[in-house]
């Protein structure tokens, strides 16, 4: 018999459990009933919890993606310059991921994107991310240029944190993984050159007459 625990806790421990329940064997594999048995309680309490298995899932996408944003926004809000918020935001993306492997697999794994309810829930973690750190970048450009950086920035980070956990473990320490992608997207940002500054150059280039 399970300890009685307060309604709050109770939800907070059920995700726990089901995250690593959800992240070994998949949302088609995983049954209420497993998790109910992970957790050690009835199914009928996990029912006072969440409506059924898709409602406990897309609950889940949520948490961990509002926990990993969490984190990017504590790491970067208490840098000093640029540079220190870039390295930051990767060592904290890369933190979480070598932290909680079973959060990041579940979060950006087939489950999730061949599932449209799931892949709209993961996009929205993307969009929020990108949102936060698009707010950082300070260039010559537009908005949309600099949500475009940001989207890209993220996407690298998802990119070098699926090679890292390739065997399961990660493969280099945080501090170090985000020293090295930061040294490359640092640069890359502070080369962005705005439109018409490149419309300028190319007209220059070409001569008065386009030629």
Do not use: C
Not at 49 to 65: I, Q, S, Y
Not at 80 to 86: F, H, M
Not at 121 to 133: C, F, G, H, L, Q
Not at 158 to 168: I, N, P
């Amino acid at each position: 018999m399970s300890m009685r625990l307060p309604a709050e806790q109770r939800r907070r421990q059920l995700l726990d459990v089901s995250l690593d329940v959800f992240a070994e064997r998949g949302f088609h594999a995983t049954s209420m009933d497993d998790v109910a048995l992970a957790a050690g309680v009835t199914k009928p309490v996990l029912y006072q919890h969440f409506p059924n298995k898709r409602g406990l899932f897309t609950e889940l996408l949520d948490d961990v993606g509002h926990q990993l944003l969490v984190e990017l926004i504590a790491a970067t809000s208490s840098a000093s310059n640029g540079r220190e918020q870039v390295e930051r935001g990767f060592e904290a993306y890369f933190t979480f991921v070598g932290r909680r492997p079973a959060a990041f697999r579940l979060l950006f794994g087939a489950s999730v994107r061949n599932d449209p309810d799931f892949a709209a829930v993961a996009d929205r973690v993307v969009d929020e991310a990108s949102s936060a750190i698009s707010a950082l970048i300070v260039i010559e450009g537009s908005d949309a240029h600099r949500d475009v950086l940001a989207h890209a920035l993220v996407g690298i980070a998802e990119a070098v944190a699926r090679f890292a956990l390739t065997d399961g473990e990660p493969l280099h320490d945080s501090e170090q993984l985000a020293r090295w992608v930061s040294q490359m997207t640092w640069s890359g940002l502070r080369g962005v050159t705005p439109d018409e500054q490149v419309r300028a150059a190319e007209l220059g280039r070409s001569g008065p007459n386009g030629v």
